[in-house]
Nanobody
Framework: QVQLVESGGGLVQAGGSLKLSCVASGRTFRSYGMGWFRQAPGKEREFIAA????????DYTDSVKGRFTISGDSANNTVYLQMNNLKPEDTAVYYC????????????????????WGQGTQVTVST
């Protein structure tokens, strides 16, 4: 029902910035939750940031607070992740995800809460 396509990844030097985009196609609902996750080699998938599709609610993992900003535009079914002051430890594949039935606040951080996932986009931060 929903397809997600990420873009904007690439190679950047430490201290630089990237802006990731995730475009959703198909029918969507204003109640959807949208999240960003990342996964580095040999590590578990990690929650980064999330928002309600309609806006008004955001959440971030501690390691990116003050550096990353999630935003969404329900009019064009697009969610963004602005990434500033990038560090080598930010290197990972970044995934966009959609939760069709968000509920409790803590649930937005769990990969298992999401019903649709994009293919991922590689972000590499060099020293």
């Amino acid at each position: 029902q929903v397809q997600l396509v990420e873009s904007g990844g690439g190679l950047v030097q430490a201290g630089g910035s990237l802006k990731l985009s995730c475009v959703a196609s198909g029918r969507t609902f204003r109640s959807y939750g949208m999240g960003w996750f990342r996964q580095a080699p040999g590590k578990e998938r990690e929650f980064i940031a999330a928002t309600r599709w309609s806006g008004g609610v955001t959440d971030y993992t501690d390691s990116v607070k003050g550096r990353f900003t999630i935003s969404g535009d329900s009019a064009n079914n697009t969610v963004y992740l602005q990434m500033n002051n990038l560090k080598p430890e930010d290197t990972a594949v970044y995934y966009c995800a959609a939760d069709v039935d968000p509920s409790a606040a803590w649930r937005i951080r769990l990969p298992g809460s999401y019903d649709y996932w994009g293919q991922g986009t590689q972000v590499t931060v060099s020293t």
